[in-house]
């Protein structure tokens, strides 16, 4: 770190409603990238039959998708962790703004799969670089609560991206894709006027030699790879990604189950869409308690090293059964077929009070997804904890591209596995079989939060004595 004199300061911002003020923007377009992931899988349906090709081919767009984004933002974080982030958060959010107009527009299947693959690539930035900017505001001690609005906010955009889908697209399926065309370019616009956060500033250990002038220049190269892969801890939170994604991917097609169950019922199409898109919405509302999971995160954290981690493992386990509930309880549709949009949703909505199996329904998903929701803010948390400030969004990255991989074998493969359920089990059963199938694989994630416990503390412990060292005896050499 060097320690400097009459460093030069913005002419204006930089106090607490700036830092605010970043902080909302950074937060929204974490929402915005997964309400783009959750544009296509309601209008599944409607878009294949616009291309005349079958719906698996939809299923995996949303697939590659998935992987694209995860390699891509590798890429993304390893320049954020060498240089101003800014910038490249604002060349993302363009990419994945045109490319998701594209989508819109396309007028067949290769076309859209193109313009998807383009989101794909700068959707990798918003998650990877923010990620690093938004830990460098948190302290360690609220860094469960405040990383549980990050996650949020990205389980908040996939329900937006559903019910959006649902809704604009009902009738027309390119409409919610130009919509958010907009509003990704106003997000970008509102990048301009962002903090510039400084990097390290929210460590204890940095605060003295940053107050003081210091910068804290140390910059990830190619040499520190084997470093963030032998830290046990990062081993583990990476590799959870693998089995977790591909249950939580699979999960994707919560809203065609509910389509199918309302096409079973004798529903339309139009009606059966919304319809579907409405019950997943209102049944991924458990996700909100991951605000839960970060305060208690932080509790357990300020007692035991080991505590988000615990948290975490605690919670994929206690999920398990509820699940089960949600996808195997019956229950009875009665909307007005062929009734406008608001009607419907008013229907499906009063059905949580007048149908005891929706309200039960309702009851096992917010269990389900409350409890597995712990896991999100305390992964973000667990990163920032064993690891230096330059190392983080490469960390994050790293695990965000075997998330990648998790979710998009999760989401392509249960689609096959709904094609070959359906001999033995016919719709919607079909679907119900192989989505609780798939969340079997909580149990090996589980497993390895566990373990994470075991060696969290260690890690942590190292990490303070590094950036004590640093911030005592700084180097006269180049940083890295």
Partial sequence: MTLTTGRPRP??????PHRYYSVVVFVLLASLDNVAIGLV????????????????MLGLVTAISFLVSAVAAVGWAYGGDRSNRKPLLMIGTLIWAAGTGGSGLAGNYPTFLAAQLLAAVGLGAVGSVGFSVVTDLITPRRRGLVMSFWGLSQGVGTLAGTLVGGLLGAVDWRRPFLVLTVVGLVATAAY???YDIRRGQSEPALAGALATGGDYDYRISRADLPVILGRRTNRWLVLQGLTAQAAFGSLVWLPYLFIERAKDQGYSEATAIVVGSVFATLFQLGGAFSIVGGLIGDALQRRTP???????????????????VLFFVPIRIDVPDGAGTGAVVGAVLGSVVSEP?????????????ALTS???????????????????????????LVNGVGRAAGNGLVGVAFNGLRLAFPPPLNYAVGLAAFQLFFIPTGIMYWLAARTSPQDITDLRNLLHTRAEDPPNTDRR
């Fill in 357 to 369: 199996t929706v309200g039960l329904s309702l009851l096992a998903a917010v269990l389900a997804l």
């Fill in 41 to 56: 899988p309601p209008l599944y349906g409607a878009i294949a039959e616009s291309f005349d090709v079958p719906q698996r």
């Fill in 11 to 16: 002419k204006w911002g930089g106090g607490a």
């Fill in 306 to 324: 080991s505590g988000r981690a615990m948290v975490a493992s605690v919670g994929i386990f206690a999920a398990l059964p509820f699940y089960l």
């Fill in 192 to 194: 301009l006027f962002t």
């Fill in 374 to 400: 712990a896991n999100s803010p305390n992964w973000f948390a667990l990163i920032a904890d064993v690891n230096p400030p330059e190392h983080r969004g490469t960390v994050y990255s790293l695990g965000n």
